[in-house]
């Protein structure tokens, strides 16, 4: 369709590339999987993605609709951290700093398969909607979720094709989860790039996310397994819990850690866990597998959102691609916050109090909360507790036979810890 085929938008494709804004801004390469072959750069992933868009893979899916001449076609347990590990299994921070990247050189061309779909099932006549999702697709993205299905596909010995439709169906899930997210905290950058609300309100990113949910389920219906429809519906309907349950917790210095987990593994770790557990379903292996996937998933999500949340503290924006400061201006009770009070002194909490709970905060405050949870080292606690969570995850690996799919996926789960964005 015409209108379909103006909405993916070659303005999509000089935003990803324009320079960063000064200081503030990055540009979707910032966020590409580049890894170095033979001491060339190669990329990967999301690098493939942002690239194509806007040149050969956007010229692709073109002609391809041009060809068809109408129409698109289209193709647990989070707490029982014990800390234990490692002997023996996967050895991932000896000499060198865990990556993406052994997952992205596994993977091969099919995350660029993955990104080509997402551009072609993001498609409608309705010329917002790829405006829109493009805007946020092209903006970069570690593509984490999806890699980790194809990589469990792989670790389960799955050779079949359906995989890569289940892996955009779940970052279709996350995207949208994205811009639902970022209208409820009202942030104002994403992937290095103001949010979808900052561009064009309120409204029509949630209107997005919607259709980007449905079409998750398009193409889970299209795979046709019962099976895997039930877990990643319900990893949406948790996810949604997730955020409501945040909304309850917000501006409660009382929220107890349980209470904080509860959230994360709902928000966060449950994609993650139904991401990597598809794998095994796939592959059609024995419970076991799905279970031992489950765990890996939710342990490594887990890790991955306290990660998130110390980095608001921490990060440096350019390379976050996000704003720092967003939970405390929104009375967010994260881990540091939670550790920083239980450590504080009376004066501490009384500052707690005011800008969490009663949200009276002023010029200066979310450097002095900056100061505090570092001064309490509750940031230093948030990364150790994520480091148990990501040994549990790697552990929950053993029972596949060691190998290149196992020790890529050992350190994708590593690099949650290690990662600056
Ligand atoms: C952001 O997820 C939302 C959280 C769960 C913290 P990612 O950090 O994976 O976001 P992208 O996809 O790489 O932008
Ligand atoms: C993750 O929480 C939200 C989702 C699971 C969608 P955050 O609110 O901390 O994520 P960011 O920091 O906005 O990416
Ligand atoms: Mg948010
Ligand atoms: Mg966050």
């Known amino acids: 369709m015409v209108v379909e085929d103006e909405a993916v938008d070659p303005r999509i494709a000089q935003q990803s590339l324009q320079p960063r804004k000064a200081d503030r801004i990055v540009g979707a390469q910032q966020f590409l999987h580049r890894r170095d072959v033979d001491g ?5 992933g999301g690098a493939a993605l942002d690239r194509s868009l806007g040149h050969s893979m956007l010229v692709r899916v073109r002609a391809r609709q041009a060809d068809r001449a109408g129409g698109p076609a289209d193709a647990q347990n989070g707490q029982e951290n014990s800390g234990a590990l490692v002997a023996g ?15 992205c050189r596994l993977l091969g061309d099919e995350l660029e398969r993955v990104n080509q779909l997402i551009v072609q099932r993001m498609q409608s006549p309705v010329a917002l909607i790829p405006q829109l999702a493009g805007y946020i697709v092209a903006g970069g993205g570690k593509r984490l979720r999806p890699m980790l299905t194809l990589g469990c596909a792989r670790l389960c010995g799955y050779r079949g094709g359906r995989h890569i ?11 949208a989860t994205l811009l639902h997210d970022d209208v409820v905290d009202a942030s104002d950058l994403r992937r290095g790039r103001d949010t979808a609300n900052a561009v064009w309100g309120n409204k029509p990113p949630i209107l997005v996310g919607d259709f980007l949910f449905s079409r998750s389920f398009e193409l889970m219906v299209a795979d046709g397994s019962l099976r895997i429809l039930e877990i990643l519906s319900r990893a949406s309907s948790v996810i ?30 449950e994609l993650f866990a139904a991401a990597s557990r598809i794998g095994a379903v796939m592959a059609e292996r024995p419970l076991e597998e799905e279970e031992a996937l489950d765990r890996f998933g939710r342990n490594l999500g ?10 608001d503290f921490s990060a440096h924006p350019t390379e976050l691609g996000k704003s720092i400061g967003n939970d405390f201006r929104d009375g967010k009770v ?21 800008t969490i709970e009663k949200q009276d905060q002023r010029a200066g405050d979310l450097q002095q909360a900056i100061d505090l949870v570092e001064k309490r080292g509750a940031l230093a606690e948030t990364l150790s507790r994520a480091r148990g969570y990501v040994a549990t995850a790697i ?3 053993s029972i596949f036979r060691d190998g290149t799919e196992r020790r890529a996926l050992s350190d994708a789960a590593a690099f949650a810890t290690e990662r600056g964005f």
Not at 165 to 175: G, K, P, R
Not at 241 to 268: F, H
Not at 343 to 351: I, L, N, S, T, V
């Open 165 to 175: 439709a289940l892996a955009a169906a779940v970052e279709f899930i996350h995207t």
């Open 89 to 103: 299994v996967d050895r991932v921070h000896v000499g060198r700093k865990p990556s993406l990247d052994p997952l």
């Open 395 to 397: 552990g929950a690996l």
């Open 40 to 44: 060339e750069q190669e990329t990967c």
């Open 334 to 354: 994260t881990l540091p916050v939670l550790v920083a009070f239980a450590r504080g002194d009376k004066g501490e909490r009384a500052f707690w109090r005011r």
């Open 302 to 311: 887990i890790a991955f959102q306290l990660v998130d949340d110390m980095l």
């Open 240 to 269: 949604a819990e997730g955020e409501v349950l945040q909304l309850m917790t917000a501006n409660d210095t009382r929220t107890s850690e349980a209470a904080y987990l509860a959230v994360i593994q709902a928000k966060t770790a």
